[in-house]
Every structure is written in structure tokens, then in C-alpha cells.
């Protein structure tokens, strides 16, 4: 075992080369001798911030230059493999757009004059406006609105000054109902990574998830080792995505409807005694409600309303009642899609309960944690003033939601929201309607965006904070849950941060000490604020810089007679009927409820993933640009034809409300495509002059998505209930 | 396929490597294999490469071609990694004036970045588009050009600084070449290493005790364009 | 060797000539072709020290362009001119006799002009000596360099010996032997790809032979109009003219059997012929070859064999540009945002290559011709 980890590492490209077998090789044709490849490299490991995945990551250092990377193998979330996008870390890190300084804008919010200022002087105009407003509209009128791993020290700040408002977007415009849907059903989210326990699955069903294009690392090499070892795998998709194409059964969904589809299977389950009877028995309440409550969801008036013939339904159902327990009917991740999505996260969660698939191999598996205590002797947080949650009407919001913010900041209500911190998120192509979020961003007093690239966000803020890239700075420590396993992974600098650029911890204790808050921010620098949280954790720190993930071992994954989960629900059951839910007004059971459909000549809009790019992110990564640039309109190819488009045809884009997106986008015509969507990558159609790039390539979803419904049981944004037409020419 | 899964897969080969390298250079021979039912289309080889070979704007040793298959709703999808082929008869050795480009007693097909003339002439003999011509682009700008853009990529273990003139890849043809610098340090290609589908597997296929010679010989293997006589060391597995 | 009088003219036809350069009286075509030669150098220099990624617009998708297009061209007008040469001294004997010299020293200037362009093309050119340190015999651009050096060797001599009148008929022979096999294995240089369908063909070689024939040919059509009508030698006219017609009927036969062998194929990769069907038959035999044909027939003037010889040299430039780049169309790998068909246009640079070129060719003629290089040799003959 020894050995072959070491040839594992060093097959990886990470162990130090002993002698070099290349310096003793004979080059038969060449006549001059040359000097040996490259320098000694220093390898630094890290761990990657192109997405939340976080996979660690080994920058080669020549000369205080990063000059290449590998994967760590290490790494559970990578196990030394990085993705098509985090493999372009020297396109992040030596982006030459990059925000270099401290900018203060002298002009107006979305078409500024900036200012290039000092770190002091930005830091002093935020420290006396936030104080200002602190005193005219309390502490908690100022919001954070946050995406990734450095926003740890901005929650810090945050809650110290006095204030609750910490929302992030990949909450309620991503994953936030799918994980209240599971919290309401099992007790428990289903984590990030998540806890899919694809390896082992004999059977499973993924709804959207586009497992391959969303290069969810560890996740994608489970599903293919799943396949591998022989897995059937249905996909419901409207569109052949690349995962759908290693599919035993594509199931080409009318989209939205999903929900029209999990209530038949889950009816053909109950009536077909395809279930765990033990297990439910064991485990969950609300069976006989359930069962009187899906009778009229049968089969074929699924495949009227999925478009999904009723015998393909039952034969899926069937599948997943023979192959379980084994089975994963994966909830994906993105999830605000049509409005009443945690409803739909239920259904799934429910069907999975009914086969037993949680706690069982190849179902959901349940993670290994670690904890590791905050830093020592930290002074408590002060008392929140403001009773009144922003988030009241959304009972089940167990997060504060981006959502309310915006409501809050516009109407002033429940209370006023006076400042936004923006930190790693690009709001202007996150939220649903754009004019709405300008409007939201007018009433502030004070918008502080701590990016690292001249994002569209950037022109509305009105300072600036340049904060160094992943590549350059100590994070907090990251903890990832896995299957009999955790890991601890260490973010540190690779090389010195380029320009003036500063790290999160460095920056939130300096506002810290002028905003009078230094007590909260007692250490050094980060390296002893690490050093001393590893070592309250009995994590052993140098090892920690020097290998760049620790993993903890421990922890049964699956059900058995000693390890019987728990379930966080009111009735400590796997609620299949809710009563919390009945309680507060909302169906106990999922209903299924009828979404919109495209008038005639439109196309609903649907958008995903592209594998080279994370949102917008990376939309100018040179090396990233260079294999994809702009994104383009799938459209089924027939009935493209009959619209007289050629594929590479540039288009524009009106949707339902007259909204024209700007700049034009090329047509692909697919057969990978129903014919009454539209589909394409987010994260394009970038408006900021100063993104060379990515300004102006392609056209953003984001433009289009006008209309979005709010999910009422935790505020999750909805965006795919936005209907284009296609307008030719451009 | 289950025993393999049991194990890493990188862990294996990277044992098929270390017992390659004790043997003479001719004794080996260097081959490829892609299993195409694995293959998901991530396009992380394909950046894995560009990072471990600093390859500059538009030189991608290993694209992903995507083709679709059939039409709607019977559609399916073909992924298809392409590095060099590292031809047992490359054409492009045949077409080269000067042999600035050559195959190995261990199959590898090489650039001599200090030989060749840029005539192109490779580009066009290969069957495969896996050649590119430097021409000097740069992703940082002509003004700021960052290290790592013009300092060595340490290709076939050697010092070629793109800035140089005289011992610069820029003037010349470029290709995959089984990241040599890495294989004869005990490490895998980079495109294996990487690989979210696992499956990219490399290996000596003189050693029949190496996995990928087991993967060859067990499994369905075609061979891109093998009509023209090229004879491919890069095995689909379909 | 002698070289004033025979490579060079006589020193005080050449003082002469200078001096009435500097008056400004040489000429409008010398003034113009030195300003070419000037801005056609600045060109190139401008490739080298700017590099071929920011003037040229070929890239790994479209690896050859106008470059090596001109040097294909030039290179057949050089074999061309050695062909008429040939052909003239067998058939037409002393009638073509008093073009001769003029015939090869085009030729070989051509040669050389072809070179330039060539030359500007190469990633490397300062490493062409590995031609001969590392040669690769199984190479057709290796061989194509052998006999091409070897084809200006024999041109040179062949010059210098009807210059001195010192005629062989070994030489001779040579002097079409050798561009045969040179102008072959240009042929095979792309012919032998099997990877371009376009190129791929054994018809490829006899269709550069006679292509090379036909352009070489309009070439020295319009010397000897020149000839006739600064010398009032009409009897040029005839040989001329048949050997045009001649050329022009096997031009049109062989494009038109590459044509149909494309399109009737169905090989991936042939459906170029079949995209480019209309544009040939129009462009490539319409107005490149049946034009210039009918032209020939109605009106034997010597206008109209300057005519249609005009429209055949600009013809044939575009027919190699077409050949050249016309094989890269179909991408041999489309992945990403490739389009389905390549398209390419010359840059300014590469433009302004062939400027050069051309400017040479040009500019050496005249001055030749108007120091009287070529009378000395036909002085000495009476
Ligand atoms: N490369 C890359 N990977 C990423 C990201 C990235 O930006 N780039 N982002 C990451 C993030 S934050 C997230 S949340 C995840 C998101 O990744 P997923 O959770 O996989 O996102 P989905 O929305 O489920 O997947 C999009 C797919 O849903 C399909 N779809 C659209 N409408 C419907 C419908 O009505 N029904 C069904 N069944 N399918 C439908 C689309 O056709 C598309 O194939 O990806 C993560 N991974
Ligand atoms: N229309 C539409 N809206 C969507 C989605 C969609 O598909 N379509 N997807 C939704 C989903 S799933 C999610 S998770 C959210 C995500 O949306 P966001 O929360 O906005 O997250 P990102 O797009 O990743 O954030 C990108 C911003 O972070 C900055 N950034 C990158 N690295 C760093 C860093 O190291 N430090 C700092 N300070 N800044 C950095 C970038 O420059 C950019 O401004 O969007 C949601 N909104
Ligand atoms: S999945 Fe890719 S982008 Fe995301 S953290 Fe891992 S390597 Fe980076
Ligand atoms: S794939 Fe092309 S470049 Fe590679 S060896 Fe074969 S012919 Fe040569
Ligand atoms: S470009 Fe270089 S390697 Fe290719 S044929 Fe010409 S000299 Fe040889
Ligand atoms: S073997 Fe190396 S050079 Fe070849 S494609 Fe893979 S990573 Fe690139
Ligand atoms: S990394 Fe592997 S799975 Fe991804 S595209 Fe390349 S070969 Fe396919
Ligand atoms: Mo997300």
C-alpha cells in the first residue's frame, strides 16, 4: 500500500521526481546535446475556486510564477483529477483584465468614472458610510450577498458589526429548495458535494442534472465508475445532455412537468408494492395519506401532460422497484426552476424514501464530518436589534434569501436595507429581472463589490475592492463530507498577490480595526488564525500547507442493525405527509400544478451549464475563450429548418414581455432538442466593457428572464418560465 | 471491469509506468487507449493539456469533437478525445524535408523544435489535424507577456523558451506528444491524469501485464481512420 | 566565365542605363516595379521581424496560402518557359530562335521569384541548410528542393550557352528533362497527400506539367509580342499562338478530368469539387481557359494573343491559389467553434509578398532588356 500510494502521487505528476530517467536517454537523432526540461519546480497545493466544488489542486511554482498545475490526489473532491475548467487556473490567475486597485466610482451606478484610490482611503469612505448608516437605520439595514470560499471573513465582519443579512444566490436562486424539499422530508439536506452514492447505484434516474456539462468532479467520475460496473441510468431531460447520451433510457420531458412524472412513478410504486415495506415501516409516517393523495396521477395522464408514453413510465418505475434499494434518483443541484420546486424536491425525496434509497448503498449515503471549532475566545456576536426577519413570508426559508433583500431594499419593507456587500457574485446575471435588481441597487446608499474581475456588477458598485484570486491568498479552512471519509483542505497563496490586489482576511481586518471592531479580528495574519483553529481540531497545520488536504476516516455510510439514521423532522420520521407543511398552509403531499406553456411562435427559454465555463466566471479566461467564446442557440434542427435558419446563423432574442436581450447569438441546430424550447449556456452576454473578452459575446439568459416565480415556501427565485422568439437577422 | 474500478485506475498504470521505465527505451512502445462509452465530454483533457504544455491561443494538442448521431428523439452522441496518434507509419515523418519530426525506437513521434523549418507540410500529410503551426500568438498581449508564456513548457524534456528565437517552438510545428517530460519521469500524461471519465489510460503495450495492453486485447478497440494505413497507437474503445 | 555580356550586360549599356534612370527616363513599368519591390520587401521584412502570426493569415487550419500559392505559380511559369523553349526550338526552330535567351532568362528569373515567396512563407528559413544536413529522401518537398536547385543549375547553364552560343542538344534535352521531373515532383508534393482529397491525385502531376506549360507559355506569348512589336518580327506570331492553343486544349481536358473524378467520388472530403462545382466550371474553364481559347481563334492579331495571354496569367495565379487552398475547406478535425468551411483571405502582407515577387520578375526583365542583354548573344550570331 505504501508503495503504490507513492506511485500514485507520482503517476499524478506530484511526487518530487527522483533521478530523472530522461537525463540518461540517448537521443538517437539529435546532434546537440541539451541542457535538462524545466527548473525545479516548487509545488504548492490548494485547492480550486473556478466553482464551489472546490477540488485541490498542486500549483508548480517556478520563480515565483505559477507555470502549471495538476490535480491533487489527495483530494476527495478531485482525487487528482481537475476539471475542463479548473485545469485553466494560470487563465484566472493571469488574466491581464484582472481588477488591479482599490477603485472609488465618482460617476453613477452603471456608468462609472472611477477613481483609482488607496487600500486606506477605499476602506475609510466604506468604514464611514457604513457607520453613518449603522446609526440612521441600524446596524442590520446592511446586507452581504456572497459566492465562495473567501466570504467566510465577510460574514465575520458582518455579524460583528450587527447585522444578520448574509444571503447567497446559490441558495435561493440555485439549490435552496431542493435541500428545504429534503430537509422537510428526511431532516437533512443532501449536501455539497452531495452525498449521491452514484459508485454503487444500480439504478439511477437523473431529472435536468447534466452531470458531465456541470463538471461536479468527484460526482462525474462516480456516475461513469457506476455506469462502469454496470448501472442503468435514465435520464429526463428535454434535451440530450451528455450525460442523457450514456443513458439506458432518455425520457425527452416537456419541461416543466417534471413534477406531473414523479407523482406517477411514485403512484406506480405504492400500487405496485414496489417499495421498502420494512423499511417505511421502520422509518416513515404518512405512507396511507400519500397513497389516497397520488390516486389520480396515473400513468396515462402523466404521458398526456410529460409527453412521456405511459408504458416507458411504468417500466422506469418498475426498474427502480427491482434494483432497489440500490437506486439514486439524484435531486441534482440547480433547482429553482418553475416556481414550486421545493414541492418538487419532496416528490423526489419521497420516491427515493418509498425504495429505501436513503442510507442504503448506492442510494444517499450519509457523510463523514469533521469539526473544527471557531478561532479561540472570539468575543460573541452582538444581539441583533431588528426582530422582524426580512424573510417571514417564506416560512420555510431556513437561509436568509437574496430574494427578500432585493424586496426589502426597494420597498423599504419590512425594513430598510441600506448597503450591500457584493462579494464574489455577479447579481446583475444571478438574479431574475435585471431592471428590478437596478432598482434595487439605486436605493442603496452604499454597494461595496469585492470581486476580482471588472464584472457587470463592478459598474454598478460604488467602491471597489480588488481582491487577489484563489491562487494568491489564505482562505479559512474547507471541510468536505464524503463516504466514510472527510476532508481538510487548506487554501493558501502560491505565489505573492499580483498588483495591488489584497486577500478577504487582510481586507475585512483592516475595515475591522476602522470600524472599531478589532477585537474581533485578534490574529496576526491568517497563517496564525489557521494554525490556531487546526490546532484547536488536533489538525496538524504544517502537514496541512505541505500536503494541502487532511483527510479524517470514520463514520458508517449506510444503514445497518448499529448505525440507525436519524431523522431531523418534527416527528423524527421520514415525513412522507408533512404535517409542518398542512400547518402552515401548504400541501402536505406535492400537488401537481400546471405551468404556462410558449404561445405560439415562441420557445421556452432553457439555459445550463457549459463545461468549459462556470456562469460568467470565466467568461474571460483566455484559456477558456479560446475553446469557447460565446455561447450559442440550440434549437431543434427540424423545426429550425422550418423556420428557415441555418446552423451558425446569427440571431437576437425578444421574449413574452417585449425585452429584447442585447447583442446576437449563433444558432445550433441540434437534434438534441425538443422542439419547443430553446436552450443555452449561462454566463455569456457579459456587459462590461472593461472584460475584453467576454464583453458582448453571445446573449444572456439572464437578459430574458424577466418573469420568475416565487417559490412560497422558501422564496427560491424560478427563471425557466421565460418565453422566447426568435428574431432573424443580427 | 470491476477489479480495476476496485483500485485506482491511475494507481495501476501508474505501476505499468515505473516497470516500463526499467526497461531499454526500444523495448517499450507507448500507446494510448480512450474508451469512448466512458468518454463524457468534459473537455478537462483538453485543458489539462493546454495547462501542462503552456500551449499558446488556438494549439489544443487534444480536442473533444462532439457528433451527434441520429435524429430526434432517437438521438445519440459520440465524444471523441483526439491527441496525436503517435502513427507506427506517420505520414507526417514521411512528408518532413529536413526529419525534423521522427518516430522514436519507442514509437514516440517528435518535433525537433530546433530543426524544423515551419515548412508545414506535417500539418497537411496528417490524417488527423493533431498538428498546429506556432506562429507566435500569445494569450497576455504582445505588451505583457506573462512568464509562463514564454518561459520553457519543458516539452520532451527540453528547454525551448518560446521567446528565444533560435531554440523557440514559435516558427514551428507542434503536436501532442504523449507529454513525454512527464512519462520519462514516472508520471502519466497528463490527459490520463485528469481525466473526469477514467477514460484515458496509457501505458507500454509491449508489457502484457500493463492495463492498458489487458483493455486492448479484451474489449471492442477500433482505430481512427485506420484505412489509410497510418496504423494508429491511439485504441478506441467502443 | 564571362559574366558582363552574358549573365550581366555590357558595363557601359548598363552605365548608360542608369544614368537615364536617375533622369528619370527608364521608364514608367522600372519605376513602378522598383516601388513594388520596395513595398514588397517591406512586406517581408515586416513578416520576419513581426512574425508570421500577426501579417500572415494562414494558421494550423489553413496552413498554406497565397505564399506558397505564388510560389507554385511562379514556379510552373519557370518550367513553362523552358517547355516553349523546347518545344519552340524543335518545331519552330529559327523562327523562335531570336527569343530564346529571353525565354530562359525568364525562366530562371521566375525560379528565383518563386523562391522569394517561398522563403517568406517558412517558420524557419535560416534553417534551410538541414535540406542538406538531414535530408529525409522519403520527403516529395525534399526531392522537390533537389531537382528544383538542380533545375536553376541546368536553367543557368542552358542561359549562358545559347548567351555564348555554345548550343548542345544534350543541354537542351536537360533543360526539359529535368523541369519535367522537377515540376512532377511539385506535383507529387501535394498529389501524394492522401490526406487532401483535393490534392490527392495522380492526375496532379501532368496537370502541373501542362498548367506550368500553359502559364510559362502566355508568358513568353507576351515577350514575343514585345518582340514583334518593337522589332517588327512578325513571325513569332504563328508559334506562339499554336503552342497557346495547344496548352489551352490539354489545360482544359485534364482540369476538366479532375473535376469529374472529384465529383463523382465519393470520398469525404472530395465534396469540395462538388461545393465548388459552378465556381470551376464559370471561373476555372469558362473564363480562365475557354475564353482565352476563343479569343485565340477570332482574332489572331497580336493583340489578341497579348490579350489572351493576359487573362491566362491572371487566370493561372488564381487556379493555384484555388488549388492550394481549396484543400484545407473541409476541416480535417472540426471541434469547438470551427466553422463547417474554411475560409481564407490573403492579408496585406502576404499580398504585398507576391508584389514582390512579381516586381522582381519585372524589374530584372526590363532592365535586361532595355541594356540589351539579349541582343548581344543574337550581335554575336551574325
Ligand atoms: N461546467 C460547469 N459546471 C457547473 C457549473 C457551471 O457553471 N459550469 N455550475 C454549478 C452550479 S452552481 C450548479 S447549481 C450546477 C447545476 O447543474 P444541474 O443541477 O445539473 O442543473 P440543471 O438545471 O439540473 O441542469 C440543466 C439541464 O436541465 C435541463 N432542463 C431544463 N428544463 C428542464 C425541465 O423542465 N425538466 C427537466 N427534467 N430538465 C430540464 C436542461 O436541458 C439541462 O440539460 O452545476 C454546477 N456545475
Ligand atoms: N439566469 C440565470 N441565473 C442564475 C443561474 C442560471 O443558470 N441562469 N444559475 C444560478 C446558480 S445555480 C447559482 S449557484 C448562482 C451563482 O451566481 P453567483 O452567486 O453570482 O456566482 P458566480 O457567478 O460564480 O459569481 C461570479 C462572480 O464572482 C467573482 N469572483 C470569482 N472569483 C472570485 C474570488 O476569488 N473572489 C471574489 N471576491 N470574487 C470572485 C467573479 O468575478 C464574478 O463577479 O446563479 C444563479 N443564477
Ligand atoms: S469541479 Fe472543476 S472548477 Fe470546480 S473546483 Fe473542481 S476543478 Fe475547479
Ligand atoms: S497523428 Fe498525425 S501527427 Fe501524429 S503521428 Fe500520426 S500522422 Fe503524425
Ligand atoms: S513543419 Fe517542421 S516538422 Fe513539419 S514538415 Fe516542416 S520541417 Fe518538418
Ligand atoms: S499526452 Fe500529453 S501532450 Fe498528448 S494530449 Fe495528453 S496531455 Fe496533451
Ligand atoms: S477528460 Fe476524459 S471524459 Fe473528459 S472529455 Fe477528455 S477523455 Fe472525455
Ligand atoms: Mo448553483
Redesign the interface.
Known sequence: MKFSRRTFLKASGIAAAGASVAASMPEKFLSWAEESGQKDMKSIPTFCELCFWNCGLIAKVENKKVVKIDGNPLSLRGRGRLCGRGNAALGALYDPDRLKYPMINTGKRGEPVWKRVSWDEALDVIAKKMNVIKEKHGADSMALIYHGTGASFWKHLLHAYGSPLAAAPSFAQCRGPRDIGFVLTFGADVGSPEYYDFSKSKYIVLLGSHLGENAHNSQVQDIVKGLASGAKLTVVDPRLSNIASKADRWLPIKPATDMALLLAWIRIVINEELFDREYLKKYATGFDELKTAVQEYTPEWAEKETGIAAETIVSVAREMGKNAPNVCIGAGRYFTWYGDDTQRARAIAILNALLGTWGREGGYFFPTGVKVPEYPGLPAYPEEVEAAKLDEAYPFALLQTTTTIKQATISGRPRPVKAWFVYGSNLMKTMPDKQETIKAIQNLDLLVAIDTMPMDIVSYADVVLPECTYMERYDNINIGKFKGEAEISLRQPTIEPLWETKPSWWITKELGNKLGLSSYFPWKDAEEYLAKRCAAAEINFAQLKKDGVIIKKGGAPYITADNQPEFGTPSGKIELYSKQLAEKGFDPVPKYTKHPEPPSGYFRLLFGRAPLHTFSRTSNNFMLTDLQKENGLWLNAKKGRSLGLKDGDYVTLENQDGVKAPGRIKVKLTQRLRDDAVYMNHGFGVHAKAMTRANNQGIADDDLITKSAIDPLMGGTSMRGNFVKIVKGA | ??QI?E??I??I???D??RA?KKP?NQRRWAMAIDL??C?????C???C???N?TP????YR????E?I????N???R?LP?PCMQCDSP?CV???????T?K??DGLVTI?Y????????C???????????????Y???DM?K???EV?????????FRRKSHWHSP???ARKCHFC???V?????T?CT???????TYFGDINDPQALITKLISKTNVIKYKEE?GTKPQVYYIV | MQIYGVLLPEKNRLKEWFSSFRQGKAGIFVYLAILGLILGGAGIASIFILGHGHTTNTSSLVPWGLQISTYVYFALVSGGCIFTNFIGNMFFHEKYQPLASRVIFMGLITAIAGFAALASELGHVERMYLFMVSPNPSSPMFWMSVWYTADITILLIEYINIQRHHHSKGMLYASFIIPVITYCSLGSLFGAVGTVPYYYSSLLPIYFIFSGFLSGNALCAIIAAWQIRSTGNSRLLKPFQRMQRIALASVLVLTFCRLIIGVSSGISGYEVFRETLLKNLLLGIGVSLVIPFLILMYKRSVGGLVISSLIVLAAQFMARLDLVVEGFRVPTFRVYDMPERISYMPSIFEILVVIASLSIVALVYLIAEKTGLFEIATKESR
Not at chain 2, 496528417?126 to 500568438?137: I, Q, T
Request: aromatic content about 6%.
Open positions: 471491469m470491476s474500478e483500485k485506482d491511475l494507481e498504470m501508474g505501476e509506468l515505473q521505465l527505451r462509452k466512458r463524457i465530454g468534459c473537455h478537462a483538453t485543458t489539462g493546454m495547462s501542462e503552456l491561443p488556438q494549439i489544443h480536442p473533444v469533437k462532439e451527434e441520429g435524429e430526434f428523439p438521438t445519440g452522441m465524444f483526439r505520414s514521411q512528408v518532413c524535408p529536413v526529419t525534423a521522427w522514436r525506437d525537433d530546433k530543426k524544423c523549418i515551419g515548412c508545414r507540410y500539418l497537411v500529410a496528417c490524417p488527423y489535424g493533431a498538428r498546429s503551426s506556432d506562429v507566435g500568438h494569450y497576455t498581449g505583457h506573462e512568464t509562463y518561459e520553457n513548457s519543458g516539452e520532451y524534456g527540453k528547454t514559435v516558427g514551428n513525454i517530460h512527464r520519462e519521469k514516472g508520471e502519466l497528463r491524469t485528469t481525466c473526469l471519465g477514467h477514460a489509410l
